[in-house]
């Protein structure tokens, strides 16, 4: 585990930019609100037939995943490629840190290659963090999931997909279902829910599955899962993270389907227009029936195209806040110098 005494800070320029995007966590309305309004121009672009935009052209952009992933690292990759970046995806599991390389020569030796910005997964909570406050000053620094601490861009697709499909945050009913201790998804998710002043979020899961704090995030939480569905506008169902599970914590998956499964039958208790979201991987039949998944109300592909086009948006933005800072910086030398 690395320390995480600055989460939120280190991310911001002086003046409050995006320099690097670690975590939702403390970061103002007004700049989740910019994210999204930004990944909804580029979102109409992939709708398009030239698909690319100059914005990071002649920058170089490594993907640095240290633990598996579909959907995240192939979105990151058509993010920066559709902001015209030149793209290095370092596979790790023939890399040398299976050597015994450390992360910190890894990204150093990485850094003396001139990139520009590191998309980084890792397994340890707040890695991202230690890269950009310790590693490699002046590199931008990615997200793509800490260990069980954060995903703030799957929780900013989440919240893209929800005001695209339901408006305004503020008169949303919505409910985060599954394992949420284990999820670094839902943590953003919540942090981000909270901050852009949805009326009322939920949770519901079994007590074995909730963190200790979980009220601390302004949420009411259910056991129940049709009393917790009641009205509610969003599901956003969560993947059993079984990997992440260090006792038993469950009597069985299909113990758990009957009594926490999304099924049509369950959401009969949600508003009639509610929306279905996942992140992925699915368990079907665990978290969700097939029928749920693949039918109407289902938004979960929404979600995988959304990917795009929020990373397109945060690799701009902190592309364009790294480089404030060089120019206030340069300024600042050169003040000092005269
Ligand atoms: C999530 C992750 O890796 O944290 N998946 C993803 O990024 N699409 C959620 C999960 O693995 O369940």
Do not use: C, W
């Amino acid at each position: 585990m690395f320390e995480t005494k600055h989460p939120y800070r280190v991310q911001l320029t002086e003046t409050g930019q995006l320099k690097h995007f670690i975590t939702t966590e403390g970061l103002p309305r007004a700049l989740l609100t910019e994210i999204l309004d930004t990944a909804d121009s580029f979102v109409d672009m992939g709708a398009q037939q030239v698909k690319k935009v100059p914005l990071l052209r002649g920058r170089t952009v490594a993907n640095l995943f240290f633990e598996n992933s579909t959907r995240t690292l192939s979105t990151f990759e058509l993010a920066a490629k559709r902001l015209s970046a030149d793209v290095l995806n370092l596979n790790i599991a023939t890399s040398s840190t299976k050597k015994g390389e450390t992360l910190k020569d890894t990204l150093m030796t990485l850094a003396a290659m001139q990139s520009d910005m590191f998309v980084v997964r890792h397994s340890d909570s707040g890695a991202a963090h230690f890269i950009a406050s310790e590693v490699t000053p002046g590199v931008a620094i990615i997200n793509a999931g800490d260990g069980r601490h954060a995903h703030p861009t799957q929780a900013m697709l989440d919240m893209l997909t929800i005001r695209r499909h339901k408006g305004d945050f503020t008169k949303l009913r919505i409910a985060v279902v599954g394992d949420v201790l284990h999820s670094r998804v839902a943590r953003s998710q919540l942090h981000a829910l909270r901050t852009l002043g949805v009326a009322e979020v939920r949770v519901i899961a079994p007590r074995t599955l909730l963190p200790r704090d979980v009220e601390s995030f302004g949420v009411k939480v259910y056991q129940d899962l049709t009393e917790g569905l009641r009205d509610v506008d969003v599901v956003m169902t969560l993947r059993l993270q079984r990997e992440r599970m260090t006792s038993a914590l469950l009597p069985s998956e299909s113990e758990y389907f009957k009594l926490y499964g999304i099924t049509d039958d369950r959401l009969a208790f949600a508003h009639p227009d509610a929306i279905v979201m996942h992140p992925g991987p699915i368990n079907r039949g665990v978290e969700i029936s097939s029928a749920v998944a693949d039918g109407k109300r289902s938004v979960i592909l929404d979600q995988v195209t959304n990917g795009i086009a929020v990373r397109m948006a945060v690799m701009s933005m902190a592309m364009g806040g790294q480089q404030a800072e060089r120019q206030a910086r340069a300024a600042a030398e050169e003040g000092a110098g005269q």
